[in-house]
């Protein structure tokens, strides 16, 4: 007999009418029938009659029990709000009324301690329940009071039960259990062989709590998107087995390219869409990855990211590492926490995931027998041998199977025999070469038989996705592209379908049940486009060019708001340049719409630094190498800053070199003083975040030398404070001081009213002063400078002084012995906060380094470790090797402390992971981060730490 259940809750927030779900569906995989208003549309007896049937006929009511929950049942809340709360807390009273005030039916539930007060009088007395998500207890403590008060589980009196073993719950849902899904995966064929191992490796990760990502990889062609479209319809088949959530993402573009730049801020906006998060949504990167990843462990989910090679360095010395920090730091979390299982298939494996306990496999070549039935399957005839030397010749790749089939079956009649009559491929690619090969039969084919399949192949090529039905119509219309659309234009609707299900019918295009939208596998696509491109440039620019005003004029707006509106002007851009008119789309979308000239809104206002660097990837012969010279010379130095910029926004900084190097020789060229001083600049600040400090000097020096010829003072002050930082980092801090005093007294000149340094200025200069120990000076420095930029609103600026501040009023309290930190440690949140809402990568370990300092020295050590770890990953995804110095010294201080401080109760935490080491463990933990310490000073030049480090080698526990 089934125990069955009434939720009874108010609409709080969001936030907790998703928790109130997560709590049916826990209660129903236990084994009860759960009635709850969420799951119903609209009852057609009526919400009052549904309520009073659902109270009545209930074993037992949860009273979720908040302030507001409170007020609506006992009548107290404002007039015309809560009327369900209200009604249902009528009957609540009237049905203990009859009882005589008797109460086994009605628990109170809390999710929060603090709610304790606002249980409703009547219930104070009884026993509650605290349901929380670090606590099974109450969970566990609920279902025990639910099944043995049921009569049908009356146990003996003096006899200790255990919670009994329900029958599968499936068999009590009223209601199915509701699964959220989002799935956007490239179409596949529906049949597939050969992949049984594959699919119950996946069947045995989803049951298997303990595997929270697995990957598959594989060059394209093999099957990857076919095998996991497969998988998630038999699981969809199923109820999808207990998942809660279904999240299904493909990054996949065109063919094996490299270059093209693919941003993450698709996935990302739609992933925070699909989670229904309401909040503010944080500003970094990292910190978008976290929040994502802690919204996907609140419930069961499956997460499927397909395709994700685009988001991967290429073969070479980054290869398999995340391009976007915020995926490298969604991916890390889910890694150890996620409640369900992340999919990934890719072509390179992922190197972040490396150090977790993440299965990855190899996604292998089909067999002979699964090779064999593939072609079998499109109808192909002849001897066994034939076909199994014809599998061989492929490598058992899928999709050449699948087009030499059809190809075979459409053209010889299936005869096996007749493939030695199909033209060999003589391209250079070692990937895809056999289904390049059967590609190019079906060109040659297509060609002599003159339809309008050819063209409708050369049109899906223009696209790097499904093309829909707009964008193909556009091409379809007069006057026809030469080469391009002469064949589709003045074809009739039933002949354009003949044409589509006969291309379809030959695998080489596929096309969803629910969209008019066509599309194909890269490969072939890639193949198409490229043969076009070369065969006829003119009509291969024509094309582009078309759809470039099509997307152009698509936004409502001449100027969007929003990456979402933006986003038609995203892929004018990439249209546009494709057809070779760079510099019109530089100058009519991407300069005056996209980032509104100087304003740089895309990335100032928005945010949107991934969107930005794949426009800029357009204007590219090579990625971040040479502009093309579509454009002026005045424009690639330009769009060489902007790039710069953008990738050292996105912690991409060994990138960011080659544009920042490149714009300052087209300076030099052109004997622009103020922009040869302006990039020498930029160039000296990124060699210093990358630890390169005899080049960040040199840069440096250049920068004021260059400076100085100009006329503006800006640029000779703030030169030489760029210059000074990287003297200061290099040791040479006297050196540095007069740099620092030269520029303060050029900033009194410029702007008598601000007669101190200020924002990134003054930040390294008062970092300088606290070396020196002058803390009472930079307290009033910092102060004055922080009530200037408040004014402002700048949040870089305001985040920087109050860094500054809570690192002087630390140092002070620690050298008068003092023990009052709550000025410093209020300073450290807000310099924190401030430093992730600016967006940009290279100053937040400024802060977490500070504030994992103060945690250490207050033994808050699970709080230090937190920093520390976000910096380690930071530092290590943007190669800083200076943070990452500071990590490594700051790390030994944190074991060091908890070695003197603690007998046996230690905590680090390494790739997110919380670990409790030994003694012994963490003496080695010392000792490593100590030796990568002085390695990284010695390759670095960082001898500002010459002093910290020797102080380390000096501790009894130092064995290097």
């Not at 062989?193 to 594959?198: A, D, I, L, Q, T």
């Not at 074991?895 to 401080?901: F, G, N, R, S």
Request: with cysteine.
């Amino acid at each position: 007999m089934t125990i069955q259940l009434f939720i009874s809750y108010s609409h709080d927030s969001d936030q907790h009418v998703e928790n109130i779900l997560k709590l049916a569906n826990d209660l129903r995989r236990a084994g009860f029938t759960v009635l709850i208003d969420q799951q119903i549309a609209a009852p057609a007896e009526g919400w009052p009659l549904w309520m009073e049937n659902g109270i009545e006929d209930a074993d037992f009511v949860l009273l979720i029990c908040t302030e507001t929950y409170k007020k609506r049942i006992t009548s107290k809340e404002k007039k015309g709000i809560g009327f369900g709360c209200r009604f249902e807390g009528k009957l609540i009273y009237n049905s203990i009324n009859n009882t005589a005030s008797l109460n086994n039916k009605f628990l109170p539930i809390l999710f929060n301690l603090n709610d304790k007060p606002h249980i409703p009088l009547l219930l104070s007395g009884d026993t509650f329940y605290l349901l929380t998500p670090d606590d099974p207890k109450g969970f566990d403590d609920l279902k025990r009071r639910l099944v043995k008060k049921h009569k049908a589980f009356t146990s003996v009196v003096g006899e200790i039960e255990d919670i009994p073993n329900l029958p599968d719950p499936g068999s009590y849902f009223d209601q199915p259990i509701t699964v959220e899904t989002q799935i956007d995966l490239p179409v596949t064929p529906s049949d597939i062989v050969g992949r049984e191992k594959e699919v119950e490796q996946l069947n045995k990760a989803w049951a298997d709590d303990n595997i929270r990502v697995i990957s598959f990889i594989a060059w394209g062609g093999v099957g990857k998107s076919s095998l996991i479209n497969h998988w998630l319809n038999n699981l969809r088949d199923e109820g999808y087995r207990g998942a809660e959530r279904v999240f299904a993402h493909s990054f996949y573009s065109q063919g094996t390219s490299d270059q093209r730049h693919v941003s993450a801020e698709h996935f990302i906006d739609q992933a925070f869409k699909f989670l229904r998060f309401k909040g503010e949504r944080p500003t970094s990167p990292h910190d978008q990855g976290l929040k994502l990843a802690e919204l996907f462990n609140q419930r069961k989910t499956l997460l499927i990211l397909d395709g994700l090679e685009p988001m991967q360095y290429p073969p070479g010395d980054m290869e398999g590492r995340l391009k976007d920090q915020s995926l490298s730091a969604l991916l890390k979390n889910l890694a150890y926490n996620l409640k369900g299982l992340c999919v990934i298939t890719s072509r390179v494996p992922v190197f972040e995931l490396q150090t977790s306990k993440s299965p990855s496999y190899e996604l292998e070549r089909l067999s002979v027998e699964a090779g064999i039935q593939v072609l079998e399957n499109s109808g192909v005839i002849g001897p066994k041998a034939e076909k199994v030397k014809a599998v061989e010749e492929i490598e058992g790749h899928a999709l050449t199977l699948a087009l030499l089939g059809s190809y075979l079956k459409t053209v010889y009649k299936g005869d096996i025999g007749k493939r030695d009559q199909m033209p060999a491929y003589a391209g250079r690619h070692k990937q895809g070469k056999h289904a390049r090969k059967v590609m190019q039969s079906y060109h040659d084919w297509l060609k002599t038989e003159d339809g309008p399949e050819l063209d409708i192949l050369y049109i899906l090529g223009l696209f790097d996705r499904a093309a829909d039905e707009d964008a193909i119509n556009v091409l379809k219309a007069a006057p026809a592209i030469e080469g391009v659309s002469v064949r589709i234009q003045n074809l009739s609707h039933e002949d354009w379908a003949f044409a589509v299900a006969n291309l379809t019918n030959l695998r080489l295009i596929l096309q969803s049940d629910q969209t008019q939208a066509l599309d194909c596998h890269p490969l072939v696509r890639e193949y198409f486009t490229e043969h076009l491109k070369a065969q006829n440039p003119k009509g291969y620019q024509a094309a582009h060019a078309r759809l470039y005003v099509y997307y152009k004029n698509l936004p409502k707006k001449e100027q969007p708001d929003t990456l979402e509106e933006m986003a038609p002007l995203f892929t004018a851009v990439a249209h546009g340049c494709l057809s070779g008119l760079h510099q019109q789309v530089l100058l009519e979308v991407y300069w005056s719409r996209i980032r509104r000239e100087n304003e740089a809104y895309i990335v100032k206002i928005l945010g949107g630094f991934g969107p930005d660097l794949a426009c800029a990837a357009y204007f590219y012969e090579e990625t971040w190498g040479k502009p093309v010279k579509g454009i002026t010379e005045m424009w690639r130095c330009e769009m060489l800053n902007w790039t710069g910029f953008c990738l050292r926004g996105l912690g991409r900084l060994n990138e960011a070199a080659e544009p920042f190097i490149s714009s300052l020789e087209i300076s030099k060229q052109r004997s622009s003083w103020k922009n040869i001083g302006i990039n020498a600049s930029n160039t000296s600040e990124l060699y210093l975040a990358l630890g390169n400090l005899a080049q960040a000097v040199e840069f440096g020096r250049q920068s004021v030398t260059y400076a100085d010829q100009g006329e503006e003072d800006f640029h000779k002050m703030s030169k030489r404070t760029t210059w000074a930082d990287a003297l200061f980092q290099s040791g040479e801090q006297q050196k540095a001081k007069a740099l620092f005093v030269e520029a303060e007294a050029i900033q009194q000149v410029r702007q008598p009213k601000y007669d101190t340094l200020y924002s990134l200025s003054g930040f390294r200069f008062c970092l300088l002063l606290l070396d020196l120990g002058e803390v009472d000076k930079v307290i009033q420095r910092a102060g004055k400078t922080l009530e200037w930029v408040q004014n402002a609103k700048r949040v870089l600026d305001i985040a920087l002084d109050q860094l500054t501040l809570g690192k002087a009023h630390f140092q002070k309290v620690l050298k008068q012995n003092q023990s009052e930190f709550d000025q410093s440690k209020t300073y450290f949140n807000q310099a924190v906060e401030g430093l992730r809402a600016a967006g940009h990568q290279e100053y937040l370990p400024f802060g977490l380094l500070a504030r994992a300092n103060y945690h250490t020295h207050q033994n808050q050590h699970n709080a230090a470790w937190q920093d520390l770890d976000e910096v380690f990953e930071s530092a290590t995804y943007s190669q800083m090797l200076l943070h990452l110095t500071d990590y490594q010294l700051e790390a030994c201080r944190n074991i060091h402390q908890q070695l003197k401080t603690s007998a046996n109760n230690f905590v680090v935490i390494e790739n997110g992971e919380t670990l409790s080491p030994d003694r012994k463990s963490m003496e080695t933990r010392f000792n490593h981060h100590l030796k990568e310490a002085t390695k990284l000073i010695t390759k670095t030049g960082y001898h500002r730490r010459d002093k910290e480090l020797d102080e380390m080698l000096q501790l009894p526990i130092c064995n290097i």
